[in-house]
T-cell receptor
Framework: KAGVTQTPRYLIKTRGQQVTLSCSPI?????VSWYQQTPGQGLQFLFE???????NKGNFPGRFSGRQFSNSRSEMNVSTLELGDSALYLC??????????????FGQGTRLTVV | GENVEQHPSTLSVQEGDSAVIKCTYS??????FPWYKQELGKGPQLIID?????GEKKDQRIAVTLNKTAKHFSLHITETQPEDSAVYFC????????????FGPGTRLSVLP
């Protein structure tokens, strides 16, 4: 079974630009969550999508958004990039059956550098 | 909201010794607690998890214990090997909040040969 695939692996953008990151979950998984990882703040939850609907959102500004497609693939978008958005962005895929939290499988992440 | 603390931040052990990492959480409604291992340049990998209706779970050299009353849970690794060297994260979540994991700050484990 293929794991979680995130593209691209590395990205360099300029302040003020916008960026779109992509995540393909494990086949059959309907829940996709996004996390930001930085040395100072650690792993922080951005949002979760389940069956194309955003279920939960973390404490990030509206510049961070996402969506999920009917095949469960997800994208996240960051507009008006700031230097502080430089981070490893991780996608996690979960089966999330029966309304209970289940194991989440992470991709390798997209390393975003804002210059 | 939920807050997860994790100790120690760094841990060095000799190969073959045991390692213990401890986490505390603040939300008594949290009921799912996974542990992740992250190696350099990779995403976190689930190594073991526990739900709040269970006090202990073991998988070969790895075990997790949960004390709901005290709101803390611990990761135990026995017979450590150099390949166990990595950063370990604990996390807490509650079912009705979805897959919204609150992570601890991490423990860098070094296993010395």
């Amino acid at each position: 079974k293929a794991g979680v695939t995130q593209t691209p692996r590395y990205l360099i953008k300029t302040r003020g630009q916008q960026v779109t990151l992509s995540c393909s979950p494990i086949s059959g998984h309907r829940s996709v969550s996004w996390y930001q990882q930085t040395p100072g703040q650690g792993l922080q939850f951005l949002f979760e999508y389940f069956s194309e609907t955003q279920r939960n959102k973390g404490n990030f500004p509206g510049r961070f958004s996402g969506r999920q497609f009917s095949n469960s693939r997800s994208e996240m978008n960051v507009s008006t990039l700031e230097l502080g958005d430089s981070a490893l962005y991780l996608c996690a895929s979960s089966p999330r059956a029966g309304g209970k939290n289940t194991e989440a499988f992470f991709g390798q992440g997209t390393r975003l550098t804002v210059v | 909201g939920e807050n997860v603390e994790q100790h120690p931040s760094t841990l060095s052990v000799q190969e073959g010794d045991s390692a213990v990492i401890k986490c505390t959480y603040s939300d008594s409604a949290s009921n799912y607690f996974p542990w992740y291992k992250q190696e350099l340049g990779k995403g976190p990998q689930l190594i073991i998890d526990i739900r709040s209706n269970v006090g202990e779970k073991k998988d070969q050299r790895i075990a997790v214990t949960l004390n709901k009353t005290a709101k803390h849970f611990s990761l135990h690794i026995t017979e450590t090997q150099p390949e166990d060297s990595a950063v370990y994260f604990c996390a807490a979540s509650r079912d009705n909040y979805g897959q919204n994991f609150v992570f601890g700050p991490g423990t860098r484990l070094s296993v010395l040969p």
